[in-house]
């Protein structure tokens, strides 16, 4: 799919971009059923055999390690306080990342879709590479919120080029917790980077001053939508306090001609390197 001068317009002016229809239902339909199969292969019983302090660690290298897994990540609502899962893992499951998008075929096939690769391009991608998906299920009732961010924070590069590719898999409203986005701050500075540590990972201040001022949007996404997000867009999305769940894949794509630092909390090892699109001939 190739954008419109209306659809540029608003891409640079806003630093998101709201595309409806671009998934037929039946492809979303697709994605939600293989999470649903890669869900099947979640133990949450390896939650429950560390002491709280081990719980922690662990956690934080099940979640370093994923770069270039498959992972499953629990809401915190439905983690009791001896680590065991209070609910069915179907339904606590926060998101499954981040590395679907070359593991798994079906996911795989979808990410690298020509329609998709043709956006990459619009957007003025010299070396499109996908760095990491997420598939986010913001579950009813628990679904927890995510709070106001830059995906540049999280996966930095110099120059900075991530764009996030978020897609609705089932309808999204403020009830069930949609993507809030403040239009216009692209333009504004990164604020820190999520980096590796000795220790684990922190956050990096770039910019201590005072947060950025605006009322942000909702961006409200029937299913098969597409939000494209510049990686220096503050948003957020809400708690899903609904009954509702709210199904969402993301794909961030980088620039492979830009430096990717080595202390980014994300890194792969040496068998799964980025990859890029098939090129387009037309
Ligand atoms: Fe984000």
New binding site residues.
């Given amino acids: 799919m190739r954008l419109d001068s209306k659809q540029r317009q608003r891409w640079e002016s806003d630093g998101f971009l709201v595309v409806p229809e671009f998934v037929a239902a039946d492809a979303c339909d697709r994605l939600m059923a293989r999470a649903a199969e890669l869900l099947t292969e979640f133990d949450p019983a390896t939650l429950s055999i560390f002491s709280t302090k081990e719980q922690t660690h662990t956690t934080d290298e099940y979640f370093l390690e994923s770069g270039d897994k498959i992972r499953f990540f629990v809401e915190d609502g439905a983690v009791d306080a001896d680590g065991r899962l209070n609910r069915a893992k179907e339904l606590a499951v926060n998101k499954i990342g981040h590395a679907q998008h070359d593991l798994d075929p079906v996911f795989a096939h979808f990410s690298h879709l020509r329609a998709i690769a043709e956006l990459a391009d619009d957007l003025g991608f010299t070396d499109p590479r996908l760095l990491q998906s997420m598939y986010i299920f913001k579950q009813p009732e628990i679904g927890g919120e995510v709070v106001s961010?830059q995906?540049s924070t999280f996966l930095y590069t110099e120059p900075e080029t991530v764009v996030?590719f978020w897609f609705a898999l089932e309808d999204a409203t403020v009830d069930n917790g949609c993507l809030w986005a403040l239009p216009g701050g692209h333009r504004l500075g990164l604020r820190q980077r999520f980096v590796r540590t000795d220790t684990g990972v922190a956050f990096k201040v770039l910019d201590d001053g005072p947060p950025p001022s605006g009322e942000m949007v909702p961006l409200e996404a029937r299913k098969g939508t597409l939000v494209l997000?510049h990686g220096r867009l503050p948003?957020r999305s809400g708690p899903n306090r609904s009954r509702r769940s709210r199904h969402a894949y993301s794909v961030h794509i980088i620039d492979g001609t830009a430096d990717y630092p080595a202390d980014n909390w994300l890194q792969r090892g040496p068998d799964l390197p980025l990859r890029g699109f098939q090129p387009i001939v037309s």
């Fill in positions: 961010h995906d996030g997000l948003h």
